[in-house]
C-alpha cells in the first residue's frame, strides 16, 4: 500500500469551528454538564473574539453561587463531569 497523505486546510477547519452546527453541539454539551453538576452550576457559549480565539465558540460551566464553589471545591465537581462527559 501506498502511503496516505493528509493536508489540513485552516480556512475550512476554522469554517467548521464557527458553524451552527458545531455551535449548536457545543451548546448541548454545555448544558448538559451544568446539568449534570447540579443546581448552582451554570453553562455559557461565546463567539470568541479577538487574537487567539479566531472566532471559534467557546464553552464555559462555572459555579454561580457559593454553595456550589464549596461543592466544588470539596469534590472536584466540575473535573468529575467534565471526566465522566469527555
Not at 13 to 37: D, N, Q, W
Request: hydrophobic letters at 40%; charged letters at 20%.
Amino acid at each position: 500500500m501506498g502511503k496516505t497523505k493528509i493536508t489540513l486546510r485552516a480556512a475550512g477547519f476554522e469554517a467548521i469551528r464557527r458553524s451552527p452546527t458545531a455551535v449548536s453541539l457545543l451548546e448541548s454539551k454545555v448544558e448538559s454538564a451544568a446539568a449534570a453538576a447540579g443546581p448552582g452550576y451554570v453553562g455559557s457559549v461565546v463567539q470568541g473574539v479577538g487574537r487567539g480565539t479566531l472566532g471559534r465558540a467557546i464553552g464555559t460551566v462555572y459555579t454561580d453561587t457559593f454553595k456550589a464553589i464549596l461543592d466544588n471545591s470539596r469534590n472536584q465537581t466540575l473535573m468529575r463531569i467534565f471526566d465522566r462527559l469527555g
